[in-house]
C-alpha cells in the first residue's frame, strides 16, 4: 500500500530528536492529524502513547526504534522508508476497557494496548475476589497484584511476573498474579477474549489497591471492570522480517 502523506512524531530523547530531523529532511512531515500513516521515533513506552494518541483516528502506525527495548518497533533507517511501508505488513491490537469504581464513589475508564495492572499500595498485601463473566472463580488471592495481558502485551510486564505468552491470533487474555502468596501455587489463567474480568478489592481501606491501564493510573480503588473494545482495533506495521508475530514466537525461545 502507498502512503503519500507521511507525519513523524518522536519521544523527547536526544536519539528520537535526532533522528525526527534526519527524517524530516528527507521527506518532509505532513500532519498527523490528516497523515496517511505516524511514523513514530522512540522506544516502546514511546509507541503505547502514540497509539493512545491517535487510537481514535485508527490510522496506521509504523515505529522505528530510537529507544531501548523496541519490541514494538522497526529498525531505524533513514534510507528507503517508503518502499518499507509498502511493503510493511499490518497487525491490528485488541485494546483492554477497564472502568473502575474508588473508594469515594467516583467511577473512571481507561483504555490499555498492553496490560492493566492491579498493585498494592501499602506494606500489606492486597487481598482480591475474581469474577469472570460474573461468576466467582476465586474468593480470595493474596498477592501483590494482578495483571490481565493482550496477545501484544503479553510479552512485556505479565511476562516479568511468569506470565505465559501469547501468540496474536489466538483471541485469549492472560490473568496473571504478582507474588501470589495465597494460593501460593496459582499460576493464572488464559481467558477467551471476549471474558469479563472483575476485580473486588477486599478490606479496600486497610488493604489499599491501584490499578494501571498503560500509563494511566487510579489510586484507592474498590473493583475494576476488564473486557477487550471490540470497537477500537489500533492498526502497527512491520518490516516482513520484523513482524510482531514472529516475535511473540521467538520470546518463548530465548533464555
Known sequence: MKYNKIAFVAARQKQAQDALKKMQTKYGNSDPAKADV??????D????????????????????NRGSVGFLMNEFKVIGLKKRLEQAQAINLHPLRMKVTELNGKTRE????????????????????????GKVQMEELICDGAIVATPAGSTAYNLSAHGPIIPLGADLMALTPI?????????????????KIEFEVLDPHERQVSVAADGT?????????????????????????HNLEDRIVREQFLL
Open 38 to 43: 505516524i511514523v513514530a521515533l522512540g522506544g
Open 45 to 64: 513506552g514511546y509507541m503505547l502513547r502514540t497509539l493512545h494518541k491517535f487510537l481514535k483516528r485508527n490510522v496506521p502506525i509504523f515505529g522505528m
Open 110 to 133: 481507561a483504555l490499555a494496548i498492553n496490560e492493566v495492572s492491579l498493585l498494592r499500595q501499602t506494606r500489606l498485601a492486597a487481598k482480591l475476589k475474581i469474577k469472570i463473566d
Open 179 to 195: 507474588s501470589a502468596f495465597r494460593p501460593r501455587q496459582w499460576r493464572g489463567a488464559l481467558l477467551p477474549s471476549d471474558a
Open 217 to 241: 493510573e487510579v489510586r484507592k480503588i474498590k473493583s475494576v471492570t476488564i473486557c477487550e473494545d471490540g470497537s477500537l482495533k489500533p492498526t502497527l506495521l512491520f518490516d516482513p522480517e
